[in-house]
């Protein structure tokens, strides 16, 4: 049974920093893609970055890209999303999810477990 669950959340100002851990539990990970997705109040849940976990291999959405970094501790089986130079916007719950297929999605519906999600709040 897959088990996923994220750390790290909370309240930062904006342009501050914070650093987001997934603990990944119940499979060998190598072969699936991890990802970070987030969904603010009132809106549908949308593609934060993404990484092949055999191949280290990204992808960001436009909007996190040059700000946020998604990288896997293979050891430790976590991974991570560093964000800097947070804004307002990024405000959301924040969720890891993985998907069995080799090839990165943006897609929610490709991901095939969730974890139970982080709160980031960024205050202006």
């Known amino acids: 049974q897959v088990q996923l669950v994220e750390s790290g959340g909370g309240l930062v100002q904006a342009g501050g920093s914070l650093r987001l851990s997934c603990a990944a539990s119940?499979?060998?990970?190598?072969?699936?893609?991890m990802g970070w997705f987030r969904q603010a109040p009132g809106k549908e849940r949308e593609f934060v970055a993404a990484?092949?976990?055999?191949?280290?291999?990204?992808h960001y959405a436009n909007s996190v890209k040059g700000r946020f970094t998604i990288s896997r501790d293979n050891a430790k089986n976590t991974l991570y999303l560093q964000m800097n130079s947070l804004k307002p916007e990024d405000t959301a719950v924040y969720y890891c999810?993985?998907?069995?297929?080799?090839?990165?999605?943006?897609?929610?519906?490709?991901?095939?477990?969730w974890g139970q999600g982080t709160q980031v709040t960024v205050s202006s």
């Open positions: 119940g499979r060998t990970f190598s072969s699936y893609v």
């Open positions: 999810a993985a998907d069995r297929t080799y090839y990165i999605s943006t897609m929610t519906s490709d991901y095939d477990y």
């Open positions: 990484i092949n976990w055999g191949s280290g291999i990204t």
